[in-house]
């Protein structure tokens, strides 16, 4: 799941843009686009407008995620996620979608290990029903029994479909797992499927009770609106909620110091290439110091970011042997996040070759750091993506919720262009030399392995992993 | 970050979105900020459909040159595939690294795509960089190098992906129906051709079908963003004057699907099996096109408005997601669909796909269901146009299916003139329950593996 979301991620976890015309190695002081405050009950409002389209984009951001599961419990979370759509007494069972399809809008939800997300999209004359709605499941949502058992199955299918039809979806569990020895962001969102299995109403309704209140809630409203008309609205529905002084995540266990570099290998008939993965554990935006996640952005982005980063360069076009090598950062958890690298080998090359190449390539950036042409042109690509975010009213709602609900302030969020712009080689030199760490890494390989004779029993095909 | 809902995989959902867009057509919304699109020829006689937006410093175009992968020579499926990787590889007197160095300092999006019917690209630049910018799409269109050593890193890269196609499966459930459906017809084979395709095309084959099907009787062009009329004509003349007045497409026969009922099993080791079903469709100028794509949004194309989802996944949880859609081909069409239910389950997904298709079949929608589906896609229209990219594509597209730009205005007034009896009607001759194509990967039980 952290491979489908990165790259959503990376470009959501932070700020915001720049005055449109300015000269991009300058961004001018972001003009501040956002409105923020509080209701009396705690809630964050914020609203951007843009009123090029006659639409809005309504989203509720709750500060928990799977992170915050009770042990024993993984999967609560996003299975909540998918119950809050089971009905009030508003609402019947599973009408709420219906509702919203029938005033022309569109609706999800999303589940992260830091949050939980839900959104609908609508003409703006009907943001008042949806403002409505969404403040009526905050607290009155109505479970049955046999929905929850339907909807169980449900999540089931699920993870099938993301997880076990896809060997390298279960590689990166494997090698998340083994990542995070202490921290809860080494359990995947979606659950273990043992786990999964046992998840009843009860526990749903145990974690709703706790978390969705007002007072752990950020509203984002992003579109053809006004700051006045969404506060009057928000003063009506959500504002009329009381504050659950308890709906405060606990702490979470934290990390004990990595001693040892750890490797995962699986081999599974369904791989196709063999594939060379590595994730070192990092800052995020959220628990780095001042600069650094900034520097972490611009060293990945030279590393592997596309057809013009280092290792693209060396070991698909010098050296011809990966068909696809690059690297990245997702900035985004709360408490910590991850850089990586990957590449396909090529045909009749080992992974033990690629993974040499790569690491050359990494360690002749923590000896002699980026030039300034590449911190240059890799802060422009940053400073262009976020003009091309600003398109969207819907980009817009996340960077600000995500940012929000990390712990940051619209403040933050807006300045993101002018302190990636202040980042110098150095910073990035150092970063490099910080956090390209083996102890705190984990490697993983993706082999494909011979067919083994036919088996009734799919679960038990020839895969195996180890850990050393 | 996962979600309630997601279309199943990449192809998918830009097929899906292509079905909509087949009748995307620009709401008659009453707002007093409704876009104007201006339909644009340069000095040149270029043709272009434009809506300025100068609010934020940047500039989306969108081109298809009709042909696709439909037009890959006899015995090379692949080849518009390929030339869709190869047009930032170098072009004019750049090689790749230099001309992908440039594209990157000046943060331009340039991609392009091949489907079955045409050869698509999308351009984005900011203002500020406009100028440069578009001197480098001048040059990917018209002078693209093909030099050895970027074809063959391509032609790896390809290579690979079809690797990986071949043990994921979606991609082989879907391309295992589109070998039987339209079995003898160019559309049975895959755009991205098969390894040893792959392996057999060389810089002239790629060259030459840049030749044949980059022209101008055979382009489409939107563009959206913070530019002017007249200074638009003076970019279409510079990136598309020199291309030739006629391509030279070679004909395709229009073809419908074959006829089920047809079963086929690919046995794959997975915990859940994967299964797609279909038959032939309505083409997009029959009159019955629209009420066919309303019908479908009320069986399986709503999400959870559909019939599909509720007797699948809301009612007996037995999938994630279950989808169908009416896909109108150029030369043919289709009504297609998908589910993934686990291997003990999946005869029970079909059991019940195919009840819902006979109910539809024999009863139609209720009334209810045909205005809600009505209120749904009338009032959502608005949606496909809230950033600039969503409305260069949906202009594109528009043009594409020879739709008209008068269609725009027309699109919403279509689907409220629909009647239930014209929905009923089209029920009974769209659904065919007992015809379907249907493909399974994975080791389904109690299922024959052909039928």
Do not use: C
């Not at chain 1, 405050?37 to 407008?49: F, P």
């Not at chain 2, 040149?44 to 940047?58: C, T």
């Not at chain 2, 500039?59 to 439909?70: C, I, P, Q, T």
């Amino acid at each position: 799941m952290h491979v489908q979301s990165r790259r959503f991620l990376s470009h959501l976890a932070i700020g915001l843009l720049m005055a449109a015309t300015a000269n991009l190695s300058q961004p001018a002081a972001a003009g501040n686009r956002a409105f923020h405050t509080k209701l009396k009950n705690g809630m964050d409002v914020v609203v951007i407008s843009d009123h090029r389209a006659p639409v809005v984009t309504h989203m509720v951001w709750y500060r928990v995620g799977a992170a915050d599961e009770p042990k024993g419990h993984s999967g609560i979370a996003h299975f909540l996620e998918h119950l809050m759509f089971k009905g009030t007494d508003k609402i019947a069972p599973g009408a709420f979608s219906k509702v919203i399809a029938r005033n022309g809008g569109q609706d999800n939800a999303f589940t992260g290990q830091d949050v939980t997300a839900y959104f609908q999209r609508v003409a703006k004359d009907r943001l008042p029903l949806v403002m409505e709605m969404e403040a009526d499941r905050m607290v009155n949502l109505k479970l049955r029994e046999k929905d929850v058992l339907t909807e169980r199955n449900v999540i089931l299918e699920e993870r099938r479909s993301r997880v076990d039809n896809n060997p390298s979806s279960i590689l990166s569990e494997e090698m998340m797992a083994a990542l995070y020895q202490g921290h809860p962001y080494g359990i995947p969102i979606i659950g273990w499927e043992h786990e999964m299995a046992e998840l009843n109403r009860a526990d749903a309704l145990t974690h709703y009770g706790r978390y969705y209140a007002p007072n752990n809630a950020i509203l984002i409203v992003s579109g053809d609106v006004k700051p006045d008309e969404v506060m009057a609205l928000a003063e009506k529905t959500f504002g009329e909620i009381p504050a659950n002084d308890n709906a405060v995540r606990d702490p979470r266990p934290g990390e004990p110091p990595h001693r040892a570099a750890r490797r995962v290998r699986l081999e599974d008939p369904r791989a196709g290439q063999p594939t060379m993965q590595r994730v070192y554990l990092a800052p995020s935006y959220s628990s780095a110091e001042a600069g650094e996640a900034e520097a972490l952005d611009l060293l990945m982005k030279v590393v592997g970011g596309g057809s013009t980063s280092r290792l693209y360069k060396d070991l698909v076009v010098k050296q011809k042997i990966a068909s696809s090598a690059g690297g990245w950062y997702g900035g985004s958890g709360l408490d910590s996040s991850r850089i990586g690298v990957y590449a396909v080998a090529q045909d009749g090359i080992s992974l033990e070759q690629v993974e040499k190449a790569a690491d050359a390539i990494i360690a002749d950036v923590v000896a002699n750091g980026i030039t300034d042409d590449e911190l240059e042109r890799a802060k422009k690509n940053y400073l262009a993506d976020y003009i091309y975010g600003n398109d969207s009213q819907s980009t817009l709602a996340r960077r600000y919720g995500w940012g929000l609900a990390m712990g940051r302030s619209v403040e933050d969020v807006e300045a993101w262009p002018e302190r990636l712009s202040k980042v110098t080689a150095e910073d990035v030199l150092g970063v490099a030399r910080k956090h390209f760490d083996l102890k705190r890494s984990v490697t993983g390989y993706l082999v494909p392995a011979e067919k083994k004779a036919e088996r009734k029993d799919p679960s038990a095909q020839g895969k195996t992993v180890s850990k050393s | 970050m996962i979600s309630k809902t997601t279309p199943a995989n990449g192809m998918l959902r830009a097929k899906i979105a292509l079905a909509v867009m087949a009748i995307a057509i620009f709401s008659a919304t009453s707002d007093a900020r409704a876009m104007k699109i201006q339909e644009i020829t340069s000095p040149g006689g270029i043709k272009a459909w434009l809506v300025e937006e100068h609010s934020v410093p940047l500039m989306a175009l969108r081109y298809a040159f009709r042909g696709g992968s439909s037009q890959d020579p006899e015995g090379k499926p692949g080849v518009a595939n390929f030339l869709t990787s190869m047009l930032d590889e170098g072009a004019g007197e750049m090689r790749a690294a230099e001309f992908q160095s440039k594209l990157d300092e000046l943060a331009i999006r340039m991609q392009s795509s091949a489907s079955r019917d045409a050869f698509s690209g999308s351009f984005q630049t900011l203002t500020v960089n406009r100028e440069e910018a578009v001197k480098l799409l001048r040059m990917a269109l018209n002078e693209p190098r093909f030099d050895n050593d970027a074809v063959e890193r391509m032609r790896t890269s390809i290579s690979t992906g079809i690797v990986f196609d071949s043990k994921d499966p979606d991609k082989i459930a879907s391309r295992e129906w589109f070998r039987i459906a339209f079995e003898g017809h160019p559309y049975a084979r895959s755009v991205k051709g098969s390894r040893e395709s792959v392996a057999a095309i060389s810089g002239e084959d790629l060259s030459a079908f840049r030749k044949r099907n980059f022209a101008k009787d055979n382009l489409k062009i939107a563009v959206v963003g913070d530019i002017n009329a007249k200074e638009l004509g003076v970019l279409l003349d510079e990136v598309f004057g020199a291309l030739p007045e006629k391509a030279d497409i070679k004909e395709v026969a229009q073809v419908v699907p074959k006829n089920g009922p047809i079963r086929k099993v690919i046995k794959m080791d997975v915990p859940q099996s994967v299964a797609q079903f279909g038959h032939g469709g309505i083409n997009r100028k029959d009159k019955d096109f629209i009420p066919a794509y309303v019908l479908n949004y009320i069986l399986g194309g709503g999400g959870f408005s559909s019939r599909l989802t509720e007797e699948v996944r809301e009612k007996r949880g037995l999938a994630y997601s279950v989808y169908s859609y009416v896909y109108p081909y150029v030369h043919a069409s289709i009504y297609f669909g998908g589910v993934a239910t686990k291997n003990e389950g999946i005869a029970e997904s079909l059991k019940v796909i195919r009840d819902e298709l006979r109910r539809m079949a024999e009863h139609g929608p209720t009334l209810e269901e045909l205005v809600d589906a009505q209120q749904y896609l009338t009032g959502s229209y608005a949606l496909r146009f809230d950033t600039s990219t969503k409305i260069a594509s949906q202009l594109l597209w528009i043009q594409v299916e020879e739709l008209g730009i008068e269609y725009v205005d027309k699109r919403n007034g279509l689907i409220d003139a629909i009647t239930i009896d014209d929905i009923k009607r089209v029920a009974k001759k769209l659904l065919k329950p007992d015809s379907l194509i249907v493909t399974i990967v994975g080791r389904p039980s109690n299922i024959a593996d052909e039928g």
